[in-house]
Nanobody, 125 residues
Framework: QVQLVESGGGLVQAGDSLRLSCAASVRTFSSYAMGWFRQVPGTEREFVAAISWIDGSTYYGDSVKGRFTISRENTKNTVYLQMNSLKPEDTAVYYC??????????????????WGQGTQVTVSS
């Protein structure tokens, strides 16, 4: 069983930066792919970013590429999402996820087994 706890959400203005953190309670954190997804009420959960458990490669959704950076610190069982140049359309609940896809990462939420409770990010214009 893996428990994930997100933190760092909040209310910011357009153009600001924010860093989300996700702490995992599992001994084998380094063997999990980690992902960030976001969801606006009434819409499907959208892939934001993922980091491979195999080699640390990173992958991003098109809407955040060049603005967001995912990273992980295995010694602290934590994954981060650095969000720069935030836009009002980035407003959503952000979820951290953990899974073990065979190829190291996934952009498909169905391949993640564990989810955090979510943290709200609101970007005002």
């Amino acid at each position: 069983q893996v428990q994930l706890v997100e933190s760092g959400g909040g209310l910011v203005q357009a153009g600001d930066s924010l860093r989300l953190s996700c702490a995992a309670s599992v001994r084998t954190f380094s063997s999990y792919a980690m992902g960030w997804f976001r969801q606006v009420p009434g819409t499907e959960r959208e892939f934001v970013a993922a980091i491979s458990w195999i080699d640390g490669s990173t992958y991003y959704g098109d809407s955040v590429k060049g603005r967001f950076t995912i990273s992980r610190e295995n010694t602290k069982n934590t994954v981060y999402l650095q969000m720069n140049s935030l836009k009002p359309e980035d407003t959503a609940v952000y979820y951290c996820a953990a899974g073990r896809p065979s190829y190291g990462y996934s952009r498909f939420r169905t391949l993640y087994d564990y989810w955090g409770q979510g943290t709200q990010v609101t970007v005002s214009s």
